[in-house]
């Protein structure tokens, strides 16, 4: 989340931080079994060396090192809790609306990872996005996956039966007579979202996405326009997170 984010929303970010680390502490995770969290963000978290931050921010590190340190003392010990217990607090950059239903992206349905809508503000950076694909790359890492496709006659008539998920992007996909999953095609073209529309004609296939990331749990940038509308950071975490509490955690171990 960018250090010059409102602070409720960095609070918020905080929280969902702290919480997601509690969450792997309280379990084994078999990529790394003698660490509580790693780095890998197909994992567990991304991180930056705070040396690297300042860096980036130059003439304002102060002022967000300042932020960033008042939004971890403001909140210390505070975590989303269900049923007791620190929740998987999933965030990402920006929604298209709506966040996804966790079911649909990774297949198990969690109680306070549910669709809800996300009003993400006008200074989102680079939320529309295009990406084409000439026809033989297309078919050459499509086929890879799916080699049942039947990617003859015209790609204008590869495409048929987009399902929406609950977000509004996409589900599945029937791509030359087989069903393929918006987050399948999302890793397969470097797609920054599963909302995205599809045209493809002789000059290739074109991605048309919204938004950011894998759409479930805490928008990054809907946290900064709810705390710009004046929300709190409790308020904006049960926002995202159905059902949950924020209160004083402490690990059991």
Not at 126 to 141: A, Q
Not at 188 to 205: E, I, M, N, P, Y
Not at 211 to 228: I, P, T
């Amino acid at each position: 989340m960018p250090a010059s984010f409102e602070p409720e929303a960095l609070k918020a970010q905080t929280v969902a931080a702290r919480t997601y680390t509690l969450s792997k502490m309280e379990r084994t995770v078999e990529a790394h079994p003698d660490a509580d969290v790693c780095t890998d963000i197909t994992c567990c978290q991304a991180y930056i060396d705070p040396a690297d931050a300042a860096a980036n921010w130059g003439e304002n590190a102060q002022t967000y090192t300042d932020k960033i340190a008042a939004a971890v003392a403001d909140t210390d010990g505070m975590a989303a809790l269900f049923q007791g217990q620190p929740i998987q607090a999933v965030f990402f950059s920006s929604a298209a609306g709506r966040t996804v239903d966790a079911v649909e992206v990774w297949g198990n349905a969690v109680p306070y990872l549910t669709s809800v809508d996300s009003p993400e503000g006008d200074e989102v950076p680079n939320y529309h996005s295009t990406v084409t694909v000439p026809l033989d790359e297309f078919k050459s890492k499509l086929l890879a996956q799916y080699p049942q496709a039947d990617l003859s006659g015209e790609p204008a008539g590869w495409f048929a039966n987009l399902v929406p998920n609950s977000a509004g992007g996409v589900e599945t996909v029937d791509i030359g007579g087989t069903t393929v999953g918006g987050g399948s095609l999302r890793t397969l073209f470097g797609l920054r979202s599963t909302s995205f529309t599809v045209s493809a004609s002789a000059d290739g296939v074109t991605f048309s996405v919204t938004g950011y990331g894998h759409g479930v749990g805490m928008s990054q940038y809907g946290a900064n326009a709810l705390a710009k509308e004046g929300k709190s950071y409790d308020e904006i975490l049960k926002w995202y997170y159905t059902g949950i509490d924020v209160a004083p955690y402490t690990p059991q171990r």
